[in-house]
Each structure stands twice: as structure tokens, then as C-alpha cells.
């Protein structure tokens, strides 16, 4: 019997890189440094890569002082733009009603490998974080998402959870933990094996709710 379901963030409930591009842009300009505007589908390429990737990959040619400096600049302006977006900006069709149905059932957590203040912004500022008993992100912890799961599972004593995610990272990441996992085939990543996959989050509370009764039976 499935107890409780970790998502991932970004790819999974919500799809933040329009509001995020414009936010990296405003603080590059800002910055007079001579670099090329962020887009959307340059932001597809990082989604849910760790924070210091992230800026690897963004800012290849910069020293690390003033990358680092430059990337929590970005990170602090995506975060203050998420806070006054509108969910249904951001939220994938079907999550806030998803959720609803699935909260009286089951456990609902989030693992990410966003940093602190996106977490909290999601939360926060989402309309649905008052859904979700549990959160953790690398941005908190420092460890990998591998160990960030099994954190949240511990914290919440689940005995059969599903992480659902939309990368092969979240795959692996899900092996290492020893969670089953289920692929968000509508987000931005692929996977290497084969596990149940969705296609919209419709989809995913449907295939929940039917391992649920046939669990029941």
C-alpha cells in the first residue's frame, strides 16, 4: 500500500523558467558584465541540476568570485519574482486540484535540489504548500538528493512512498533511496530504464488512486 508521494520541483509541479529567465536577465544587466540573455529553453538544459552545476553551466567564463557572486544574485531575484507570481502561472495543469484529492490519502512531500529560498517560495506562494507535510532541498542540507529522500522518508516514517520526478537523476536518485519511482513524462528530462510513466499530472493521480484500490482489494 502506497503511504506517501516525494515529488521533485521543477518538471514535476511546476514550470518556473519564463518567470526565472527574466529575473537571471534583470540581474545580468544590472551587472554590466557582457553576457548573452538567459531563455527559457537555456533554463530546460539545468533543470534540476545541483546550485553550483548550475552556475558551471550558466557562467562557464567567469572567475568563481564573481560567478558566485553573480548566480546568488539570480537565485534571490527568482526567488522575489516567484513570490508575487501568480500559481497559475507556474503550476502544471491539474496539480493544485491533484493534490487535493491525493492529501487525504496519502503523505505529500517534496525533495528538490533547489536552494533554500526556492523551496520556501513554492511553499509559500504556490497555493498549495499548505498540502505538503514535508520539504527538503540540497540548499538546506548540502547532501544529495539520494540522501535528501531518505531524510524526509525517516522524518515521516513512510514504509512505501513513491517519488515521482521527470529526469534520469530523479531516477537514480530514487534507486539509491530504495523508493519506487514513476516518471513525469510531460517535464524536461528523460530516464535510462523503463518505470510507469504519465503524461500530465491527471494522469499521475489517476495511475495513484488505482494502485491505491487495487492495494485495498
Keep these: 500500500m502506497i503511504d506517501g508521494v516525494i515529488f521533485d520541483l521543477d518538471g514535476t509541479l511546476w514550470d518556473t523558467r519564463a518567470v526565472c529567465a527574466r529575473a537571471w536577465n534583470k540581474v545580468i544587466r544590472a551587472s554590466g558584465l ?27 567564463g567567469l572567475v568563481d568570485e564573481t ?5 546568488r544574485a539570480c537565485y534571490d531575484r527568482e526567488v522575489d519574482d ?24 496519502l503523505r505529500l512531500c517534496v525533495v528538490s535540489n533547489c536552494q533554500t529560498g526556492y523551496l520556501d517560495a513554492f511553499l509559500t506562494h504556490s497555493g498549495v504548500g499548505e498540502m505538503i507535510a514535508d520539504g ?10 539520494a540522501d535528501n529522500l531518505r531524510l524526509v522518508v525517516t522524518r515521516q516514517r513512510l ?4 517519488y515521482v520526478g521527470d529526469t534520469e537523476r530523479d531516477e537514480s536518485a530514487a534507486s539509491e533511496a530504495g523508493i519506487a519511482f514513476v516518471h ?34
Design 34 to 60: 557582457a553576457l548573452p540573455d538567459v531563455t527559457a529553453a537555456r533554463l530546460t538544459g539545468i533543470m534540476g541540476l545541483e546550485p553550483h552545476e548550475i552556475a558551471e553551466r550558466m557562467f562557464p
Design 67 to 71: 560567478r558566485n557572486r553573480l548566480i
Design 82 to 105: 516567484l513570490r508575487t507570481t501568480s500559481p497559475e502561472d507556474v503550476l502544471y495543469p491539474g496539480v493544485a486540484a491533484g493534490l487535493a484529492v491525493l492529501k487525504d490519502r
Design 136 to 145: 527538503e532541498c540540497i540548499g538546506t542540507t548540502g547532501q544529495p538528493k
Design 159 to 162: 514504509r512505501s512512498p513513491l
Design 184 to 217: 513525469a513524462r510531460y517535464g524536461f528530462g528523460n530516464t535510462r530504464g523503463k518505470p510507469p510513466a504519465v503524461d500530465s499530472f491527471d494522469e499521475l493521480v489517476q495511475l495513484i488512486l488505482t494502485r491505491i484500490r487495487a492495494a485495498s482489494n
